[in-house]
């Protein structure tokens, strides 16, 4: 299976939150226009980090703020997929063979709506089946679990379902699990949180009432 990576497709997004995408096919080139974005799908409703921020620090220093929190988790993210293979070995064992990362997924009618995501990592087991990543850095793990980590990890199993349903929609294939790892930035042991499949039908029509509102 051929998946779509980075060197595969660019993008931007507008200041309404669309997303505007350039993929290189097999069949050409295909520019998807005004998508919308899984993560800001699911947000709906709820307050960003920016808004938060804002309303604990005044607008100035909320979004400053809200900023070098995003380059920091971007900077992160980043170092994490280049150097995936220096994971623990019993994490790698876990996750499974990486077989893409950063997966561009879409679809163009979905509920009468197009939508589009980036998955940071898809795997694929001995069994030949296929498993969403979603990496999340953390300072430690006394820090992980100070702040409601139950409620980071649904937010991230509601996200990789989307992607599951997304991914069937563009590369038609199941997903068998959802699998959420948390790297410490002290260098303590990774944690990985697996969702199996069979769990995935509450979150996908969260996901569909989400869209469809």
């Known amino acids: 299976m051929k998946f779509y990576t980075k060197d595969a497709y660019s993008w931007i997004a507008d200041e309404k939150g ?3 995408c350039r993929v290189e096919t097999a069949t050409g080139t295909q520019d998807l226009m005004f998508y919308k974005g899984i993560t800001k799908i699911l947000q709906k409703g709820e ?13 100035e220093a909320g979004r400053a703020k809200a ?9 992160q993210h980043a170092k994490i997929e280049n150097d995936i293979n220096e994971l623990p070995a019993a994490t790698l064992e876990e996750i499974g063979k990486v077989v893409g990362q950063e997966v561009l997924v879409w679809s163009s ?46 937010k991230a199993y509601q996200q990789l379902v989307a992607y599951a349903v997304l991914t069937k929609q563009t590369y038609n294939i199941e997903i068998k699990s ?10 303590s042991e990774p944690i990985v949180y697996t969702l199996q499949r069979a769990a995935f039908t509450d979150y996908a029509r969260f996901f569909l009432k989400k869209l469809s509102s």
Do not use: C, M
């Open 18 to 20: 669309y997303r505007f």
């Open 47 to 59: 307050q960003s980090l920016e808004q938060k921020l804002i309303a604990e620090l005044g607008e």
């Open 67 to 75: 900023k070098a929190v995003y380059a920091r988790g971007t900077k």
């Open 109 to 154: 009618n979905l509920k009468n709506n197009k939508v589009i995501g980036f998955i940071d990592a898809i795997s694929r087991d001995e069994k030949g089946d296929y498993h969403l990543i979603d990496f999340k850095t953390k300072a430690s793990p006394f820090v992980f679990n100070k702040y409601q980590p139950q409620d980071a990890i649904e």
């Open 178 to 187: 959802a699998k959420v790892v948390i790297v410490f930035l002290d260098g």
